[in-house]
Structure formats: structure tokens, C-alpha cells
């Protein structure tokens, strides 16, 4: 399959932290996927929008540890996707899993677009990409979340 980007507008940094490009294929997605949003259709929405005007901003992902992303579903339950299955059960810590916690909806839109890696923006900790979730959505709330 050949290389297909879906690049953003902040190529190198974004908010302070480097913007990397990775396979989509390498993400866990942690939100699972919405066809509508407060009754407004997203993610068709999304796709056109992602065809004719590109990514403004990075998807963000976090490099996590199954033990991480057990403590988060912990906390957040059905709200996020089902844990990826790759880690050894006997060192949760050894092994890390690109997730994304900004851009779980974009990140599925480009996969099925046909994009074989995206821009992603890496931020330290879980914690850390869902406050900055906000900034993220701002520019696109009337649009997208009838806010």
C-alpha cells in the first residue's frame, strides 16, 4: 500500500509539543466511534471536511503502557474503546502503545479515507491531552458540537 499522510497545519509543534507523523495502523483509538453529535451529523461532516480542507490540528497521542491504559478504563469505564490485547501480562510497564486522546474520530475518519498515517502531537501524559481537548475543539464548536 503506498504512504498516504493526512498532514495539519502545524507540521513541527503544536502548543509546545512536537508534532511527529505516525502509522495509523500503531494508534489505539480510545473513544469509540460517533456517527452524530448532539443530533448533528459528525462524522459524514467530518470526512468532507478532512477531504476539502485538511487537518487543522494534530491528533493527540500519548506513548502509554497497558497499566496506563488499564487505570483509564478503569476510570472512565464504557466511555472508552475495548484495550488493545498486545501487552504481556506478566510487565504491563515494558511494552508502550501510541494512544490517542484528541482526534479518535479523525483518526478513524483517515483510516477510512484511506490514509496510512496521520500528524499526532506528542503529549507526556493522558491527563495532559484531555485539558488541552478544549483548545482543540474551540475553533470548530458551532460547527461540530452545536455549541
Not at 459524514?44 to 478532512?50: K, P
Not at 472508552?80 to 498486545?86: E, I
Not at 495532559?128 to 464548536?141: D, E, G, H, N, T
Request: with cysteine.
Amino acid at each position: 500500500m503506498e504512504k498516504k499522510t493526512l498532514t495539519c497545519s502545524y507540521p513541527k509543534e503544536w502548543q509546545g509539543y512536537e508534532v511527529i507523523e505516525l502509522p495509523i495502523k500503531e494508534i489505539w483509538r480510545s473513544v469509540p466511534i460517533v456517527s452524530h453529535v448532539n443530533g448533528i451529523p459528525f462524522r459524514q461532516r467530518l470526512a468532507h471536511d478532512l477531504q476539502t480542507q485538511g487537518m487543522h490540528f494534530p491528533i493527540m497521542v500519548v506513548h502509554t503502557t497497558h497499566l496506563e491504559l488499564e487505570r483509564a478504563k478503569e476510570k472512565w469505564g464504557k466511555k472508552l474503546s475495548d484495550l488493545p490485547f498486545w501487552y504481556n501480562e506478566l510487565n504491563k510497564q515494558k511494552k508502550y502503545q501510541w494512544s490517542v486522546w484528541g482526534g479518535s474520530q479523525r483518526l478513524d475518519v483517515a483510516k477510512h479515507l484511506g490514509y496510512t498515517h496521520i500528524h499526532a502531537a506528542v503529549l507526556p501524559n493522558i491527563a495532559k491531552a484531555i485539558s488541552l481537548q478544549k483548545v482543540m475543539r474551540a475553533p470548530f464548536a458551532k460547527r461540530y458540537y452545536n455549541e
